[in-house]
Protein backbone atom coordinates (compact mmCIF):
# COMPACT_ATOMS: atom_id res chain seq x y z
CA UNK A 1 0.00 0.00 0.00
CA UNK A 2 0.81 3.41 -0.61
CA UNK A 3 1.17 5.89 1.92
CA UNK A 4 -0.64 9.93 1.08
CA UNK A 5 0.61 12.40 2.72
CA UNK A 6 -1.53 15.44 3.62
CA UNK A 7 -0.83 19.18 4.31
CA UNK A 8 -2.43 22.12 5.43
CA UNK A 9 -5.32 21.90 8.09
CA UNK A 10 -5.45 23.91 11.03
CA UNK A 11 -7.69 26.48 13.00
CA UNK A 12 -9.93 29.13 11.65
CA UNK A 13 -13.31 31.40 12.18
CA UNK A 14 -16.40 30.49 10.41
CA UNK A 15 -16.78 32.14 7.21
CA UNK A 16 -12.58 31.50 6.56
CA UNK A 17 -10.91 29.31 4.44
CA UNK A 18 -8.23 26.67 4.56
CA UNK A 19 -6.48 24.84 1.70
CA UNK A 20 -5.37 21.06 2.23
CA UNK A 21 -2.58 19.43 -0.10
CA UNK A 22 -1.87 15.38 -0.39
CA UNK A 23 0.93 13.88 -1.85
CA UNK A 24 -0.24 11.14 -3.98
CA UNK A 25 1.34 7.95 -5.37
CA UNK A 26 2.88 8.18 -8.90
CA UNK A 27 0.15 5.80 -10.37
CA UNK A 28 -2.36 8.68 -9.49
CA UNK A 29 -0.86 10.13 -12.85
CA UNK A 30 -1.72 7.54 -15.05
CA UNK A 31 -5.09 6.13 -13.71
CA UNK A 32 -6.72 6.61 -10.26
CA UNK A 33 -9.86 8.19 -8.11
CA UNK A 34 -8.64 10.65 -5.68
CA UNK A 35 -10.62 11.60 -2.79
CA UNK A 36 -10.86 13.39 0.49
CA UNK A 37 -13.14 11.90 3.18
CA UNK A 38 -13.65 13.72 6.93
CA UNK A 39 -14.60 12.19 10.21
CA UNK A 40 -15.79 14.45 13.09
CA UNK A 41 -16.11 12.51 16.33
CA UNK A 42 -18.17 9.99 16.87
CA UNK A 43 -19.09 10.07 13.67
CA UNK A 44 -18.40 7.89 10.50
CA UNK A 45 -15.95 9.06 7.83
CA UNK A 46 -17.96 10.02 4.96
CA UNK A 47 -16.61 11.17 1.77
CA UNK A 48 -16.81 14.71 0.94
CA UNK A 49 -15.03 15.26 -2.88
CA UNK A 50 -13.63 12.69 -5.28
CA UNK A 51 -11.66 12.90 -8.50
CA UNK A 52 -11.12 10.60 -11.47
CA UNK A 53 -7.46 11.15 -13.12
CA UNK A 54 -6.23 9.58 -16.30
CA UNK A 55 -2.79 10.88 -17.94
CA UNK A 56 -2.62 13.74 -16.32
CA UNK A 57 -6.23 15.06 -17.31
CA UNK A 58 -9.32 14.72 -14.96
CA UNK A 59 -12.99 13.85 -15.13
CA UNK A 60 -15.92 16.43 -13.34
CA UNK A 61 -15.17 16.34 -9.31
CA UNK A 62 -18.07 15.09 -7.39
CA UNK A 63 -19.16 16.32 -4.13
CA UNK A 64 -21.43 15.71 -1.04
CA UNK A 65 -24.57 17.68 -0.66
CA UNK A 66 -22.87 19.84 2.62
CA UNK A 67 -19.92 21.10 0.38
CA UNK A 68 -20.96 21.86 -2.81
CA UNK A 69 -20.67 25.40 -3.50
CA UNK A 70 -18.05 26.07 -0.94
CA UNK A 71 -14.91 23.24 -1.72
CA UNK A 72 -13.19 22.62 -4.36
CA UNK A 73 -11.30 19.42 -5.46
CA UNK A 74 -8.03 19.90 -7.94
CA UNK A 75 -5.24 17.57 -9.27
CA UNK A 76 -2.01 19.35 -9.60
CA UNK A 77 0.52 17.04 -11.54
CA UNK A 78 3.35 19.15 -11.21
CA UNK A 79 3.24 18.57 -7.60
CA UNK A 80 1.53 15.19 -7.71
CA UNK A 81 -0.70 16.14 -5.22
CA UNK A 82 -4.61 16.24 -4.74
CA UNK A 83 -5.73 19.61 -3.48
CA UNK A 84 -8.83 20.63 -1.34
CA UNK A 85 -9.70 24.12 -1.26
CA UNK A 86 -12.32 25.13 1.18
CA UNK A 87 -14.09 28.43 1.43
CA UNK A 88 -16.75 29.62 3.51
CA UNK A 89 -15.67 26.85 6.62
CA UNK A 90 -18.80 26.43 9.23
CA UNK A 91 -18.59 25.07 12.73
CA UNK A 92 -19.61 21.68 11.51
CA UNK A 93 -16.90 21.40 8.80
CA UNK A 94 -14.73 20.61 12.17
CA UNK A 95 -13.31 17.06 11.73
CA UNK A 96 -10.00 15.08 10.76
CA UNK A 97 -9.30 14.98 7.11
CA UNK A 98 -7.91 12.35 5.14
CA UNK A 99 -6.60 11.72 1.49
CA UNK A 100 -7.50 8.40 -0.55
CA UNK A 101 -6.27 7.30 -3.44
CA UNK A 102 -6.73 4.00 -5.47
CA UNK A 103 -5.41 2.61 -9.15
CA UNK A 104 -7.82 1.48 -11.66
CA UNK A 105 -7.37 -0.73 -14.30
CA UNK A 106 -10.21 0.14 -16.34
CA UNK A 107 -12.77 3.97 -16.33
CA UNK A 108 -14.80 3.46 -13.41
CA UNK A 109 -18.93 5.01 -13.74
CA UNK A 110 -17.83 7.02 -10.45
CA UNK A 111 -15.06 7.44 -8.00
CA UNK A 112 -17.93 8.22 -5.13
CA UNK A 113 -18.27 4.75 -2.81
CA UNK A 114 -15.29 3.66 -4.17
CA UNK A 115 -13.35 0.99 -1.85
CA UNK A 116 -10.12 3.24 -1.24
CA UNK A 117 -7.05 1.34 -1.01
CA UNK A 118 -4.32 3.82 -0.26
CA UNK A 119 -4.82 6.84 2.96
CA UNK A 120 -3.09 9.26 4.60
CA UNK A 121 -2.94 9.98 8.20
CA UNK A 122 -4.95 12.73 8.54
CA UNK A 123 -4.84 16.55 9.27
CA UNK A 124 -7.20 18.26 11.57
CA UNK A 125 -9.13 21.00 10.64
CA UNK A 126 -11.30 22.67 13.78
CA UNK A 127 -13.84 25.74 12.92
CA UNK A 128 -14.73 27.96 15.48
CA UNK A 129 -18.02 29.79 15.58
Known amino acids: QAQLMEIGGGSVQAGGTLRLSCRVP????????LAWFRQAPDTERAEVAS???????????LYADSVKGRFAISRDNAKNTVVLQMNSLQPEDTAMYYC???????????????????WGQGTQVTVSS
Open 51 to 61: IYTQDGRHGAP
Open 100 to 118: AARPLDSNPETCRGLEYTD
Open 26 to 33: TYAYRRAC
